[in-house]
């Protein structure tokens, strides 16, 4: 079993920086990708970003490319998320997930943490 801990959200004003740490402990070798999705009240989850633990190849959603950066310290078993230039439509519960048990990063994975929720205001 792999522990996902999320951490670093709070309420931030429209054009802040944020970044979060997803810390992860249990069968940590295990890991083999590493992704962050959110989801706003109402709406369904969102694919955000996702990192390939050893190789540290990315992957991020469309919509987010040039103001989230995914990143990874295998060392300390902790996933990020920079996040640039908020806005109040990036207000969510933002999750971090470990191994997609499907052929892409984009759905299911094997292991989530509770969230942490970040708030945007204008």
């Known amino acids: 079993q792999v522990q996902l801990v999320e951490s670093g959200g709070g309420l931030v004003q429209a054009g802040d920086s944020l970044r979060l740490s997803c810390a992860s402990s249990?069968?940590?070798?295990?890991?083999?990708?590493m992704g962050w999705f959110r989801q706003a009240p109402g709406k369904e989850r969102e694919f955000v970003a996702a990192?390939?633990?050893?190789?540290?190849?990315?992957l991020y959603a469309d919509s987010l490319k040039g103001r989230v950066t995914v990143s990874r310290d295998t060392a300390k078993n902790t996933l990020y998320l920079q996040m640039n230039s908020l806005k109040p439509e990036d207000t969510a519960v933002y999750y971090c997930a470990a191994n997609p048990t499907d052929g892409t990063w984009r759905g299911q994975y094997t292991y989530w943490g509770r969230g942490t929720q970040v708030t945007v205001s204008s």
């Open positions: 990192i390939a633990w050893t190789g540290g190849w990315t």
């Open positions: 249990g069968r940590t070798a295990s890991i083999l990708t």
